[in-house]
């Protein structure tokens, strides 16, 4: 069984940092797209950043929303089975609750266009002004 747990969301001001952690489970990072979603008030889920399975041909591309690049970063930790979202420079828009997703689509080259079967529950960060 999948499971998913996020933690590290908090308040916190704008310009500051911030890591999320996800506790995988259930399978590998090999065979698995995984990512990150936000969903900020009023507004629908988006992706923000995913890994490719490193089995697909795009050997774990990595995607990140426009709005973010240069200040998120995906990682893992295979040893740990944790998968982290590192993030910087953080601005009032950041606002919202972060999913940590996977994905069995293996040979996807392109995460950013995988309807993601699996959900953690969520954790909320707040940046004010």
């Known amino acids: 069984e999948v499971q998913l747990v996020e933690s590290g969301g908090s308040l916190v001001q704008a310009g500051g940092s911030l890591r999320l952690s996800c506790a995988a489970s259930?399978?590998?990072?090999?065979?698995?797209?995984i990512g990150w979603f936000r969903q900020a008030p009023e507004k629908e889920r988006e992706v923000v950043a995913c890994?490719?399975?490193?089995?697909?041909?795009?050997?774990?591309?990595?995607y990140y929303e426009h709005s973010v690049k240069g200040r998120f970063t995906i990682s893992t930790d295979s040893a740990k089975n944790m998968v982290y979202l590192q993030i910087g420079s953080l601005k009032v828009e950041d606002t919202g609750v972060y999913y940590c997703v996977a994905d069995p689509a293996w040979w996807v080259e392109h995460c950013e266009g995988i309807n993601f079967d699996y959900w953690g529950q969520g954790t909320q960060v707040t940046v004010s002004s």
């Open positions: 259930g399978f590998t990072f090999d065979d698995h797209a």
């Open positions: 890994i490719s399975s490193r089995i697909s041909s795009g050997g774990g591309n990595t």
